[in-house]
Protein backbone atom coordinates (compact mmCIF):
# COMPACT_ATOMS: atom_id res chain seq x y z
CA UNK A 1 0.00 0.00 0.00
CA UNK A 2 0.99 3.52 -0.78
CA UNK A 3 0.56 6.01 2.38
CA UNK A 4 -0.07 9.15 1.54
CA UNK A 5 2.52 12.25 2.68
CA UNK A 6 3.61 15.79 2.41
CA UNK A 7 7.59 17.25 1.51
CA UNK A 8 8.13 19.44 4.23
CA UNK A 9 11.31 21.69 4.06
CA UNK A 10 12.35 19.07 1.25
CA UNK A 11 11.72 15.82 3.74
CA UNK A 12 8.92 13.47 2.52
CA UNK A 13 7.20 12.73 5.79
CA UNK A 14 3.95 10.78 6.41
CA UNK A 15 1.04 12.63 6.22
CA UNK A 16 -0.03 11.01 9.98
CA UNK A 17 2.73 13.44 11.14
CA UNK A 18 2.25 16.41 9.26
CA UNK A 19 -1.57 16.59 9.47
CA UNK A 20 -2.08 20.24 11.69
CA UNK A 21 1.81 21.19 11.56
CA UNK A 22 0.43 24.28 8.58
CA UNK A 23 -1.79 25.76 11.65
CA UNK A 24 1.07 26.25 13.72
CA UNK A 25 3.96 27.82 10.92
CA UNK A 26 3.84 31.49 10.54
CA UNK A 27 4.37 32.41 7.35
CA UNK A 28 7.26 34.67 7.36
CA UNK A 29 9.42 32.45 8.67
CA UNK A 30 9.07 29.42 6.43
CA UNK A 31 11.85 30.53 3.99
CA UNK A 32 14.48 31.04 6.91
CA UNK A 33 14.28 28.76 9.32
CA UNK A 34 15.95 24.94 8.87
CA UNK A 35 13.10 24.02 10.82
CA UNK A 36 9.60 25.31 11.58
CA UNK A 37 8.39 25.42 15.73
CA UNK A 38 5.64 22.82 16.44
CA UNK A 39 4.97 22.80 19.71
CA UNK A 40 4.88 19.77 21.92
CA UNK A 41 1.63 18.69 23.06
CA UNK A 42 0.91 19.43 26.76
CA UNK A 43 -0.23 15.69 27.22
CA UNK A 44 3.17 14.34 25.54
CA UNK A 45 5.18 16.61 27.94
CA UNK A 46 4.63 14.16 31.38
CA UNK A 47 6.02 11.03 29.07
CA UNK A 48 8.70 12.87 28.03
CA UNK A 49 9.50 13.58 31.71
CA UNK A 50 9.02 9.73 32.55
CA UNK A 51 10.56 8.48 30.15
CA UNK A 52 14.10 10.32 31.16
CA UNK A 53 13.01 10.31 34.95
CA UNK A 54 13.87 14.06 35.36
CA UNK A 55 14.95 15.32 38.48
CA UNK A 56 17.24 17.32 40.76
CA UNK A 57 20.85 16.76 39.37
CA UNK A 58 19.74 16.58 35.86
CA UNK A 59 20.70 19.54 33.18
CA UNK A 60 17.88 19.16 30.29
CA UNK A 61 18.46 20.65 26.94
CA UNK A 62 15.36 21.49 24.71
CA UNK A 63 17.28 22.24 20.97
CA UNK A 64 14.67 24.84 19.25
CA UNK A 65 12.60 25.02 23.07
CA UNK A 66 9.71 27.12 21.24
CA UNK A 67 7.83 28.83 24.08
CA UNK A 68 9.48 26.69 26.27
CA UNK A 69 7.10 24.67 27.43
CA UNK A 70 8.95 21.79 27.70
CA UNK A 71 11.67 22.48 29.37
CA UNK A 72 9.86 24.52 32.25
CA UNK A 73 8.17 21.35 33.16
CA UNK A 74 11.53 19.56 33.62
CA UNK A 75 12.26 23.11 35.72
CA UNK A 76 9.63 22.30 37.80
CA UNK A 77 11.02 18.80 38.85
CA UNK A 78 14.16 19.64 39.46
CA UNK A 79 16.52 19.74 36.57
CA UNK A 80 18.23 22.70 35.83
CA UNK A 81 17.07 23.62 32.37
CA UNK A 82 18.59 25.45 28.40
CA UNK A 83 15.96 26.58 26.72
CA UNK A 84 18.18 27.17 23.05
CA UNK A 85 15.69 28.68 20.63
CA UNK A 86 16.99 31.19 17.50
CA UNK A 87 13.58 33.08 17.26
CA UNK A 88 13.63 35.76 19.32
CA UNK A 89 10.01 36.34 19.74
CA UNK A 90 9.61 32.30 21.34
CA UNK A 91 12.76 32.97 23.25
CA UNK A 92 10.84 36.35 25.09
CA UNK A 93 7.63 34.05 25.41
CA UNK A 94 9.60 31.06 27.05
CA UNK A 95 11.25 33.78 29.60
CA UNK A 96 7.75 34.94 30.45
CA UNK A 97 6.11 31.47 31.11
CA UNK A 98 8.90 30.66 32.93
CA UNK A 99 8.68 33.99 35.57
CA UNK A 100 5.06 32.91 35.65
CA UNK A 101 5.50 29.82 36.18
CA UNK A 102 8.10 30.45 38.83
CA UNK A 103 11.55 28.29 37.72
CA UNK A 104 12.82 31.30 36.08
CA UNK A 105 15.94 30.86 37.70
CA UNK A 106 16.41 27.40 37.08
CA UNK A 107 16.60 27.64 33.15
CA UNK A 108 19.35 29.13 31.07
CA UNK A 109 17.86 30.88 28.17
CA UNK A 110 19.89 31.04 24.76
CA UNK A 111 18.73 33.21 21.49
CA UNK A 112 21.03 31.21 18.57
CA UNK A 113 21.46 28.34 16.83
CA UNK A 114 21.48 25.04 18.34
CA UNK A 115 24.04 24.09 16.35
CA UNK A 116 26.24 25.92 18.00
CA UNK A 117 25.36 26.23 21.32
CA UNK A 118 27.75 23.62 23.81
CA UNK A 119 25.75 20.82 24.80
CA UNK A 120 28.72 18.75 26.86
CA UNK A 121 26.90 19.42 30.34
CA UNK A 122 23.29 17.76 29.54
CA UNK A 123 22.20 14.65 30.77
CA UNK A 124 18.83 14.93 29.02
CA UNK A 125 18.27 16.28 25.45
CA UNK A 126 14.81 16.60 24.27
CA UNK A 127 14.58 17.48 20.13
CA UNK A 128 11.63 17.57 17.89
CA UNK A 129 13.09 18.11 14.37
CA UNK A 130 13.18 16.67 11.36
CA UNK A 131 14.93 13.38 10.32
CA UNK A 132 17.44 15.41 8.18
CA UNK A 133 18.34 18.09 10.79
CA UNK A 134 19.09 14.93 13.56
CA UNK A 135 21.60 13.58 11.49
CA UNK A 136 23.10 16.91 11.03
CA UNK A 137 23.50 17.30 14.63
CA UNK A 138 24.61 13.39 14.91
CA UNK A 139 28.37 14.34 14.87
CA UNK A 140 27.48 16.87 17.67
CA UNK A 141 25.91 14.63 19.86
CA UNK A 142 28.52 11.97 19.47
CA UNK A 143 31.38 14.44 20.28
CA UNK A 144 29.86 17.05 22.87
CA UNK A 145 27.43 14.50 24.86
CA UNK A 146 28.99 12.44 27.98
CA UNK A 147 28.35 8.34 27.93
CA UNK A 148 25.26 8.13 29.32
CA UNK A 149 23.66 11.10 28.36
CA UNK A 150 19.49 10.85 27.41
CA UNK A 151 18.40 11.41 23.85
CA UNK A 152 14.36 11.55 23.46
CA UNK A 153 13.07 12.96 19.77
CA UNK A 154 9.70 13.08 18.95
CA UNK A 155 8.53 11.58 15.51
CA UNK A 156 11.80 11.50 13.98
CA UNK A 157 14.76 9.59 14.94
CA UNK A 158 18.85 9.99 15.05
CA UNK A 159 19.65 8.06 11.67
CA UNK A 160 22.31 5.55 12.16
CA UNK A 161 21.82 5.48 16.27
CA UNK A 162 19.55 2.62 17.77
CA UNK A 163 17.55 3.43 20.06
CA UNK A 164 17.59 2.04 23.29
CA UNK A 165 13.23 1.93 23.13
CA UNK A 166 10.58 3.20 21.65
CA UNK A 167 7.29 4.36 22.85
CA UNK A 168 4.30 5.19 20.73
CA UNK A 169 1.31 7.06 22.21
CA UNK A 170 -2.27 6.42 20.42
CA UNK A 171 -4.56 8.82 19.46
CA UNK A 172 -2.25 11.55 18.78
CA UNK A 173 -0.39 12.75 15.86
CA UNK A 174 2.31 13.26 17.32
CA UNK A 175 3.42 10.00 18.67
CA UNK A 176 6.74 8.35 18.69
CA UNK A 177 9.18 9.22 21.03
CA UNK A 178 12.80 7.74 20.22
CA UNK A 179 15.00 6.99 23.25
CA UNK A 180 18.70 7.01 22.78
CA UNK A 181 22.00 6.98 24.94
CA UNK A 182 24.97 8.51 24.25
CA UNK A 183 27.61 5.63 24.29
CA UNK A 184 25.19 2.92 23.70
CA UNK A 185 22.77 4.12 20.72
CA UNK A 186 26.00 5.37 18.52
CA UNK A 187 28.62 3.16 19.48
CA UNK A 188 26.78 0.26 21.03
CA UNK A 189 28.44 -0.14 24.22
CA UNK A 190 27.96 -0.55 27.84
CA UNK A 191 30.48 1.24 29.52
CA UNK A 192 29.46 4.61 31.50
CA UNK A 193 25.23 4.17 30.32
CA UNK A 194 24.47 1.58 32.93
CA UNK A 195 22.75 4.44 34.91
CA UNK A 196 20.97 5.66 31.90
CA UNK A 197 19.52 2.27 30.70
CA UNK A 198 18.17 1.74 34.48
CA UNK A 199 16.92 4.95 34.33
CA UNK A 200 15.05 4.28 30.64
CA UNK A 201 13.66 1.00 31.78
CA UNK A 202 12.41 2.54 34.83
CA UNK A 203 10.63 5.06 33.09
CA UNK A 204 9.21 3.12 30.23
CA UNK A 205 7.90 0.61 32.40
CA UNK A 206 6.40 2.53 35.16
Not at 196 to 203: C, E, K, T, V, Y
Amino acid sequence: PVELGYTVWGERVPARLTLGWFAFIPLAFVGNLEVPWVPTRYELIKHIMRIARVGPGDVFYDLGCGDGRVVIEAAKRGARGVCIEIREDLIREAMKRARAQGVYDRIKFVQADFHHVDVSDATVVYMYLLTSVNQKLRPKLETELRRGAIVISLDFPVPGWNPLGMVELPRSWQRILDVYARGFSDEGGMVGVEEALARINRGVLT
